[in-house]
């Protein structure tokens, strides 16, 4: 049973226009939820989180919405690059607080292909 | 910083063979974790540990799977045997647990082939 989905495995976009990446979960306990981008033969890299007492969360070109009621977030990339082009992981958690942490549970992936 | 160092970056091995994969964490991060890699189940946690303490090894598929984390700057996983079923990208990730983040910082990874 899956808690994190991202239900495109795949995503083609241009340069410069708007990528947006999907993913839902359903575990109603997660708080935490994070971005990571993931390229060949390497190890998934964080690109952006927020938390579940926000709905919105910007680093430059990159912005995360959180709509908890629907449990469903996305990443949006504007303007896209080519050097974004990757596999990009959704991933959540359910904090216990300080002292320690939780693990993410992640989506299985969206691959990105922005074409110059 | 140098970031989550794994080794080795790479391991064929036959089946029947022990295997052990290393993780140092970031300096400082009180939290390390282990994941798998593979196509059919994707990013799927192994075990994780709390200031060296493990607090969750349910992950790890069977009694073959073993992990120690000695000291706050070292982590192994060890198969023994290993059996081509475990072949996959093995990921050691590290954080620090604060108010503001539960960030976790990912290694390279070590890809094991079991022939």
């Known amino acids: 049973d899956q808690q994190v989905k991202q239900n495109s495995p795949s995503l083609s976009v241009q340069e410069g226009r708007i990528s947006i990446l999907n993913c839902d979960y359903t575990n109603s306990m997660f708080d935490y939820f994070l971005w990571y981008k993931k390229y060949p033969a390497e190890g998934p890299t964080f690109l952006i989180s927020?938390?579940?007492?926000?709905d919105k969360n910007e680093d430059g070109r990159f912005t995360v919405f959180l709509n908890k009621s629907a449990k469903h977030l996305s990443l949006h990339i504007v303007p896209s690059q080519p050097g974004d082009s990757a596999v990009y992981f959704c991933?959540?958690?359910?904090?216990?607080?300080?002292?320690?942490?939780?693990?993410?549970?992640f989506g299985k992936g969206t691959r990105l292909s922005v074409i110059a | 910083d140098a970031g989550v160092i794994q080794s080795p970056r790479h391991e064929v091995t036959e089946m029947g063979q022990e295997v052990t994969l290393r993780c140092k964490p970031i300096?400082?991060?009180?939290?390390l974790f282990w994941y798998r890699q593979t196509m059919m189940r994707g990013l799927e946690l192994l075990i994780y540990?709390?200031?060296?303490?493990?607090?969750?090894d349910s992950g790890m598929p069977e009694d073959r799977f073993s992990a120690k984390m000695p000291n706050a700057s070292f982590s192994t996983l060890k198969i023994q045997p290993s059996e081509p079923r475990d072949s996959a990208v093995y990921f050691c990730?590290?954080?620090?647990?604060?108010?503001?983040?539960?960030?976790?910082?990912f290694g390279p990874g070590t890809r094991l082939l079991v022939l």
């Open positions: 991933a959540a958690s359910a904090s216990e607080g300080v002292g320690g942490n939780t693990p993410l549970v």
């Open positions: 927020i938390s579940s007492i926000k």
């Open positions: 990730a590290s954080s620090l647990a604060d108010l503001e983040s539960e960030t976790q910082y």
């Open positions: 540990f709390n200031n060296n303490v493990p607090i969750d």
């Open positions: 300096s400082g991060h009180n939290s």
